[in-house]
C-alpha cells in the first residue's frame, strides 16, 4: 500500500492527487479523508472496481454504497429526479455531511446499488476528497474505509490498521473533522427520513424544509431499517460495551462489580467526568459542553480500547439533541443496545 502523508498543503499536493486520481481510474481502490470519515473510494461505474470495495472490507453483498460526486452536474447524471426540497437542501447543506437516497438512473454498477432502484449520493466537504473526485471525472463509490463491523476511520492510522495489503493507496489527511458519518435521508418520499443519523441534525433539516421523519427502525425494536447498513453490528470494539444512565455514584458502583469479578474495566468518558472514576483505563472522547467534539473524537477513543485490552467498556449516556442523536445511535450499536439504568 503507498501512502501519502499529511496533505496539508493542497497547492504542492497536485502530483499525489493526480496520482490517486489515475489508480481510481485504473479501477483500483483508494482510500481519502472526507470531513466525516475516511472513504474507500472505487470508479461507481465499474463493476470490477467496486468488486474490490467489498472484498476488502469484507462487506455483505447487500449494502449499497455511497456515491461521491464534486459537482452538482453529476447529481443529475446519477440521479433519475430531485424533489423540490432536495434542490434546497444541497443549496444550504452542500458539499457536507448529508447523503440523499434517490431514484437511480442507469449507468452506475449494480454492485453500488445491490440491487435498488434507488441511489445513495454526496458531496463531501473535503478539498482533498473533491479534488480526487474532479480529477478522476468520475461518481466514486466510497464507505467508509474500515473492516465490516470495526468502527469508522477517522485518521489516516485506522484505515492502514484495517486495510493494508488489501488496498492500493491511503492518502492521510490528518484527522476528520465531523467524526460520525454522513446523515442518510430517503428522499424518495413527499416527506423526508431519516435512515442514520449523522453530521447534519434533524433540527437542521426542520428549519430548512419543514417535517422530516427519522426511520421507524431507529426509534423503537421490531422494525427492518430501510438502510441495508443498519441492520448490521456496527462499529463495535473488541470488549463488550454496555451504557450507564444514572448518577456518578451508580456509575462507580458498576465499575466496582465488574472489577471484583477480576475485570480490566474501560471507561468512556467526556473531560467534565473522567476525574471522578476509579477504573483501569479511562478514555475522553470529547466535552459535554460540545457535543461535536464527542462525536469527533468518539471511533478514535474506540479504537483504543482495542489496544488497551479492556475485558469490558462502559459508557457515559448523551441526549438526543443534535449532534447526540448520531452519537447515541453509533454507541447503542457499539453496545449491541446494552444499557443499564439506575
Ligand atoms: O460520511 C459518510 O457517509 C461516509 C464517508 C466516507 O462519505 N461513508 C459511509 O458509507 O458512511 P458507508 O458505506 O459506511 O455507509 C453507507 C450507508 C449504509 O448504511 C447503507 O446501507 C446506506 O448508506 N445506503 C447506501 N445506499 C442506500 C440506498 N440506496 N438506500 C438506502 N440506504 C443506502
Ligand atoms: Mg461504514
Redesign the pocket.
Known sequence: VWIVDNLKDLSLSYPQIAQAAAKLRENEVVAFP?E????LGANAKSDLAVGKIYEAKGRPSD????V?IATKEQLHEIAAEVPVYVEKLIDVLWPG?I?F?LPKKPGLSDRV?AG?D???V?M?DHPLALAIIKETDLPIA???ANLSGKP?PTRAAHVYDDLNGRIAGIMDGGSTGVGV??T?L?CTQQIPVI??P?GVTQEQLESLIGKVKMDQALIEEGHTP?????KYTHYAPKAPLIIVEGSLTFFQKTIDAARREGKKVGVLATKEKAESYQADTVLVCGSRDDMQTVAAGLYDVLREFDAAEVDCIYSESFSNKGVGQAVMNRLLKAAGQQVVKE
Open positions: 472526507t466525516t470519515v475516511y472513504g449494502n449499497p454504497l455511497i461521491h455531511p447523503t437516497v446499488t435498488l434507488t441511489v445513495a454526496r463531501p466510497a464507505p467508509s469508522s458519518e454522513s442518510v430517503d435512515l442514520r449523522g430501510k438502510s441495508p447498513g443498519m
